[in-house]
């Protein structure tokens, strides 16, 4: 599904943001990537969406290489990728319901197929009774909740996850990672960079450890 | 089909949310739009009333030819095909010595004949040029003519007149560039302004999936439309006061320059305006748009790799 092969990106010379990275992720894999700030797992994350292109190697993403996909085709490529953020990116005057479905919009989905998705997504992230709430009206989980659904109500094959517990209690951010692994298990292919050791720990998956834009441990039981 | 209608309305409710998000900018800039393309509507009616005086002017250019007196009847055939052949000649005229002394008595009261006893007018031609400029040019062809005896033109005059009417376009030109510029920057100004105030959603967008016109649509219809309600305005003010202008011209008994009575004319003017009003806003929010997303965004881009680092 996901597979790096050789790739460099330095932003300046003394600052290499990701050396000599290999990396395949599988169809439907949960993999935590894990590392200190300012390591490189944001920078990966970003090759996968072609926010960033590599100096050199390849970054193959549906056996596509993505850095070297012309920019008519990055939309195409993002509507099968979802991407969460720790500031989670929402539009504060929009209600739950219209952040969602913003996401459908801009695709040119019909009235009716937003007025049929966005209130089952809205119950599967468990937040159906505050589809007519505004951001902040929410706490920091419920608000990461929606930018989940917002980033699964295109039913994306990849989702990628960069801090999504940065801004969440240990409690609400166990309960946000139980529902990705629920998204996991409907046949999402899941990559969640994070730095919280609590989480990794409790949640027994492939972690792959980032330090100075090199991929130092890759274990397959996990742990952080 | 379905989809494409949706894609629309879509565009119209950002549009909608762009103008309802900043009125107070959209209503000073907007104001700076009216006021540009009004001047420009003034300006477009002073220069056509001036332009249309000097073209006047131009059709009044005549090149005087004066024949020897003493020329054969074959000479004058062979002068007068010369003539008659040469280029650049819009109108071609000519008056005999007999006409030529006829009009000069009518014109004068005195018999020339009863004075001098004979007839000392040369016969004349009168060219009429097809280009003003090329006036000079004219007369030193007719001049190299032999039995030619005389060519007379305004000189100084044509001269005078082109360069009025150069210098004229020069400032027409000019002025247009600048209130253009004027309406530019101001329906530029709005569309960063709302783009600046949605950059959070032009983000997601990008992140969701959308394309780069998907993005554009709702700003350039926010573009087109504050040069089209720019350019209604400013036509609006130039009718009323039009209005009492003629009323104001026709009440006094003054001169009234055509244009300024023509409706069909004004009828040109507000079409050109509005279309120009419109072209005007959809290039400039597009220029707005395509700058954001060619160069702020990886600016963003630029300033968010190096706090990763």
Redesign the interface.
Known sequence: MIRFIDVNQAYSKNAPALRGIDLHVEKQEFVFLVGSTGGGKSSLLKCIYRELVPQSGRVLVFRKDVSKMPSREIPYLRRRIGVIFQDFLLLPQKTVFSNVAFALEVRGASPKIIRQAVPEVLEWVGLSRKHKSYPDELSGGEQQRVCIARSLVNKPDILLADEPTGNLDPETSVGLIELLQRVNVRGTTLIVATHDENVVNQFRTRTVRIEHGRIISDRREGGY | M??????VR?FFKEFAENLRRSPYVSVTHGLQVVMSLMILGFFIILMSSIASFLFSLRNMVEVYAYLDTDLTAEQYTEIDRQLKQLPGVKELEYKSREDALKEFSQAYHVSVEGILEYNPLPPTYIFRPVDVSKTEELAKRIEAIDGVWQVRYGRKEVSTLMKLLLGMQVVFALTMLLLLSATFSSVNNIVRMSIYGRR??I??????????W?IRWPFLIEGSFFGLVGATAAVLAIYLIREVVVKVLSSLKIFMPSFVDSGLLFFGLATGLLALGVIVGLVSSASAVNRFLRVEMRRI?EMR??E??
């Not at chain 2, 379905?2 to 894609?7: A, E, L, Q, R, Y």
């Not at chain 2, 983000?203 to 780069?212: D, F, K, S």
């Open positions: 379905g989809t494409s209608f949706s894609s879509f959070r959603e983000r997601i967008m990008q992140l969701v999936g959308a394309t780069e998907f881009q790799r190096i990763a680092v």
